[in-house]
């Protein structure tokens, strides 16, 4: 079809269009040539019209794209359903029972995958209740009222993943480092299939989510007066040259509260990315001999300290020089997506040197994260891996004894 189109584009230049050629002063010493001629002649004329009016067919058999939302799925019949029942507030004897409110969340536990079935039943206030002796507009707007319980409080309200199961996406990407589309494959064999575009969703708006809290880390991390620095890389893809090329993340501990964030800009590695992020730190810094972190052995409250991996380089190399004190010398002992990433790393990263079961933190966050981003009196730090530790009685990751 694309031919047939440049074919017609090029006859209706080449018969139709401006061309320098035929706007020629003429020359009255030129002997004279019929260009009054036809500018059609009947072989092209038949061709044109043959492709203009495929074109036109073409277009009449174009299929319509459906501009519809997409129909949420109801979720599958054969999976276990937990009900829960939120009956209203205040529920009197005189109210009907009109009919109820069902939503369906999909939850997950260790080795299965259920249904947590929300129902609330709905109440409408007898009309009789009310005396007509001393009815007013507010009883009588209270009489006709319907009443029905509040739905709790759900991570994504749009959508039908539980905290459970937000957590177990989470955990199993970049802590057993599946991707969502085994994750997909492996959910399709129980019989629940999710789009690939309803997990991206799930995603995003988990990170969303947990984006206040990362950035609560970044401010407690950078308040130590220790950290240690360092860049890693990490693929991203590339929207102009649809491939893959290398990115940096940036690696924040803090040694003595033994926490840690990522922070990714636009895949940078350049000294620019880490003088506003460390603008206003004052303590020691660690770093490796990357001349990026030159600047702070000038910087006034700034101690700059070198790598041992790096320093132990420079005894490697001594060790024909100076064999004694070389070995003596300390050998003992898509841009959007990866700032997600970086989100997800920081603060799983602290749940691992909390030594924090990281399901169970991931569900009780995601269950509470809503009501501490929409009310201000909530410390967010309460809910970072090594408070909500002591706050919690939680089972610990199970050590490798081996």
Known sequence: MKKLIDQLAWFRHKFFGNSSEKHIAEDPDQRKIDWDGLEVVPEEKAIIEKAEKELIEYECRKPV?????????????????????IEPEGKQ?????????????????????????IER????????????????????????????????LLPLPRSNAGPSLLSELMMNKYYFHQPFNRQMAMFKMVGIKLPASTINGWFQGSCDLLRALYARLKE???????????????PVISNEKHKAQKAYLWMVRSVMNNLVFFHYDKGSRAQKVILPLLKDFQGAIQTDGYQAYSIYEQKKGV??????????????????????????????????????????????????????????WLTDVFSKIALYNSNYDLDLADLLAHNWKKSNSCQNIPKNTH
């Not at 407690?220 to 007066?225: A, G, R």
């Not at 700032?339 to 799983?348: P, T």
């Open 65 to 85: 794209k459906n501009k519809q939302r997409p129909v949420r799925q109801p979720l599958p019949d054969h999976l276990r359903r937990e009900v829960e029942v």
């Open 93 to 117: 004897d005189n109210w009907v029972r009109i009919g109820e409110e069902v939503t369906e969340i999909l939850e997950h536990k260790p080795g299965e995958v259920y249904v947590r079935r």
């Open 121 to 152: 039943p709905k109440y409408a206030v007898k009309q009789e209740s009310v005396s007509p002796d001393i009815a007013t507009d507010q009883n009588t707007e209270e009489a006709s009222a319907i009443r029905i319980g509040s739905m709790p």
């Open 220 to 234: 407690i991390v950078l308040k130590s007066d220790y950290i240690q620095v360092d860049e890693s890389t990490i």
């Open 303 to 360: 101690l700059l300290l070198g790598c041992w991996a790096h320093a132990r380089r420079k005894f490697s190399e001594s060790l024909k020089e100076d064999k004694t004190g070389a070995e003596y010398a300390l050998f003992c002992g898509n841009h959007d997506a990866a700032e997600n990433a970086a989100i997800m790393y920081s603060l799983l990263g602290c749940c691992k040197a909390s030594d924090v079961n990281l399901r169970e």
